[in-house]
């Protein structure tokens, strides 16, 4: 996988250092160009929240989240700022064990954005591309969109580069797989998909998958084992 490196900009770079604000607004502060913000939270303010305070400066613009899980109440937040016109187009790109552990919350994403909105993926990376003809903000966060009373830490950066960075790869998931897909794909199947990314499409096979550190807790031969390439759901 590519990394991407930022440019020197010391003297762009904030730290808030107000843990206990009370939203996302007073913790981050004014969203100014080529900014590079870096905070903490109690989990006051959601990801949704950080989201709403990008969009109060860039104007309409389109939108690109990865998340791990989501929550009902902040993908209604999402799709009323889709609505309104605030994010002009939207991207999801959530964990494979996203459908089977919250299903209703995964139905409710596909009901609302549509299976062309979405693309699964074996993912732990929480980010949010927010982009127009005059910004490129990233987000970067330990915060999932759903709210979660812990600390977690969060980055907002005015960057192409960056912003690039991670559209391409989202892009690249779009076009891999086709719409509604991977929500018929077993586990195992999903596992094996995301084997080929940047990897120019290349077989995986069943053995480089048995390989991962998923392997253990997905996929066992034992007579109790959680096995999701029989069955595509995890026993309780």
């Known amino acids: 996988m590519e990394t991407v490196y930022k440019r020197n900009r010391l003297d762009g770079r904030v730290i808030r250092k107000n843990i206990a604000a009370a939203t996302a607004a007073e913790a981050i502060g004014p969203i100014t160009r080529g900014c590079e913000i870096f905070g903490l939270s109690k ?13 109060a400066a860039t104007g309409p613009a389109e939108v690109v989240l990865s998340t791990w899980t989501a929550a009902n109440a902040d993908m209604g937040f999402a799709y009323e700022l889709l609505k309104q016109g605030a994010i002009t187009s939207l991207q999801f ?26 693309r699964v993926t074996k993912t732990h990376a929480k980010f949010v591309v927010i982009k127009n003809a005059d910004w490129n903000i990233v987000i970067r966060s330990s915060m999932n969109l759903n709210e979660n009373k812990r600390l977690e830490s969060f980055e907002v950066s005015d960057d192409a580069g960056m912003a690039g960075f991670c559209v391409d790869l989202v892009a690249e998931l779009f076009a891999g797989q086709e719409d509604g897909a991977c929500f018929a794909n077993t586990p195992f199947q999903n596992c094996k998909e ?37 069955a595509g759901v995890m026993r309780a």
Request: proline share 3%; net charge negative; glycine share 10%.
């Open 93 to 118: 790109v959530v964990d494979f064990s996203f459908p089977t552990r919250q299903p209703e919350y995964c139905a409710a994403m596909r009901e609302r954005f549509g299976d062309s909105c979405i």
């Open 194 to 230: 995301f084997g080929k990314l940047r990897e120019g499409g290349k077989t995986v096979c069943d053995e480089d998958v048995m390989a991962s550190t998923d392997a253990a807790k997905y996929f066992g031969d034992g007579r109790y084992s959680n096995d999701l390439r029989r």
């Open 43 to 55: 989990g006051q303010f959601s990801l949704i929240d950080i989201i709403i305070h990008c969009l």
